[in-house]
């Protein structure tokens, strides 16, 4: 390899961290990365968390052996309840298996593994399609695992909110029986989602066109606050009998970041074979697993087994999502109306009207580069920002900011 292996370039979000790190101006604000920030641009642990890890350190059983393959199963199957709602039909028929994972990340990764091994139509792989733009790390995890990946539009730059016709028309398009990867809630990077109506109207083409949907979702009750309303469009399409896959993370919603709490799950679709279809699919997911990780890491696991499997922790947890997703609507808010009241050219209604973690404000490369030269204000370059990044110090100064920069 010494002779042959060209120098990559750096990660253009890792390397937006650094150089907001290595920035003296004591003005600096960080709107890049995607993790919570309290109102003190600090990162927060959840009081739930901090409750779930005393139980965890105070038990005297507490050891640091393997977990098995497939993962802890006190966190897979409440992981499992969580996403498809506790009544699912998916549930009660035994359709469904879980897969612990190294976060979202990995659950990506996984399900992109086995569908490039198993999701074949006469001996071709099945062309993956991402919306347009898509969480940046879709393209390379996809790839990687030799997968072909397409496009299908997502973001209007006009109305800046879905670009719902081109969408549809691009999975009628699509040759049957592709996989199209779809974000529950809260997509990354716009803040744009469909409409309840909307969904309907995906899943009725996707069933049409024997679509496989693969979902990730990594803002499961970060994005609204109510864990059952950001699972709503994967329990629609369970509902409709869609086989699928579903990617999920506990890094936002459970402020897990670096712990990789997650899971795959596959739910088969509904029929006399569907059990033997899902033992059929959990073997070979343990193959995978075996040979990538052997065995997936505990302690995230177990944070979150403890709270999902307490009530009264399980309560609390809601109570912490409520002051997550809160502080962001204020911060949305708050971002709009300063930047209405300087009268900034445009219009910035879609900063409300986007949900969950990040806005894409339509500031153009310029501007974005002219925030950061100017007032140290750092964005990823399409002029997403991570709302979690604002807080009631800093949003009269960034929309000042931002003021400056459109008017130049
Ligand atoms: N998928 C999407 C759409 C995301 O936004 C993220 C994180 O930002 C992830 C997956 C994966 O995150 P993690 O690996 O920390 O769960
Ligand atoms: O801000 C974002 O879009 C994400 C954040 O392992 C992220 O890319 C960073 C590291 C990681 C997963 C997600």
Redesign the pocket.
């Known amino acids: 390899p010494a002779e042959v292996v060209p120098k990559a370039p750096e990660d253009a ?1 890792f390397g937006l961290m650094r150089a907001y790190r290595a920035d003296e101006s004591p003005d600096k604000v960080d709107l ?4 919570y920030r309290d109102d003190n641009a600090k990162p927060w642990v959840l009081p739930v968390v901090k409750k779930a890890d005393d139980v965890i350190r105070n038990d005297p059983e507490l050891n640091h052996e393997y977990l098995p393959i497939v993962g802890l199963e006190p966190f897979t199957s409440k992981a499992a309840e969580l996403i498809l709602g506790s009544n699912s039909p998916a549930l009660t028929e035994k359709r469904t298996s879980t897969v612990q994972t190294i ?1 979202g ?1 990995g659950a990506v990764h996984l399900g992109a593994l086995f569908l490039s091994r198993f999701y074949k139509v006469n001996g071709a792989n099945r062309t993956v399609y991402l919306p347009n733009p898509t ?3 879709h393209n390379q995890i996809l790839t990687n695992v030799g997968l072909q990946v397409a496009s299908y539009p997502y973001f209007d730059k006009d109305t800046r909110g879905l670009a719902y016709d081109g969408m549809l028309d691009a999975i009628r398009s699509a040759p049957e029986r592709s996989i199209i990867l779809l974000h529950p809630c809260a997509h ?2 716009t803040g744009v989602d469909p409409t309840e109506e909307q969904w309907r109207a995906i899943a009725e083409v996707m069933k049409e066109k024997k679509h496989f949907p693969f979902f990730d979702c990594a803002y499961q009750g970060f994005a609204s606050g109510d864990l059952d309303r950001d699972a709503s469009a994967v329990r629609y399409f369970i509902e409709q009998g869609f086989e699928l896959l579903i990617s999920q993370s506990f ?1 936002k919603n459970l402020g897990l970041y670096g712990e990789r709490a997650g899971c795959l799950h596959y739910i088969a679709a509904p029929g006399p074979s569907a059990q033997e279809v899902t033992t059929r699919v959990s073997s070979q997911l343990a193959v995978l697993q075996r040979s990538e990780i052997s065995n997936p890491p505990i302690y995230g696991a177990k944070v979150a087994a403890t709270v999902l499997n307490d009530p009264a922790l399980f309560a609390e947890w809601r109570e912490n999502l409520q002051t997550m997703s809160g502080r962001i609507i204020d911060m949305r808010k708050a971002l709009r109306s300063k930047l209405e009241e300087l009268g900034t050219p445009g219009t910035w209604n879609h900063i409300t009207d986007q949900i969950g973690m990040f806005s894409f404000t339509g500031l153009n490369e310029q501007q974005v580069a002219n925030l950061q030269k100017e007032y140290h204000i750092y964005m990823t370059k399409n002029g997403r920002i ?1 709302m979690a990044g604002l807080n009631t110090r800093n949003v009269d100064y960034v929309a000042k900011a931002v003021d400056q920069v459109v008017r130049e």
């Open positions: 979000l890049g990365i995607g993790a976060s990340t969480w940046a790390n990354n990077p890094s991570s």
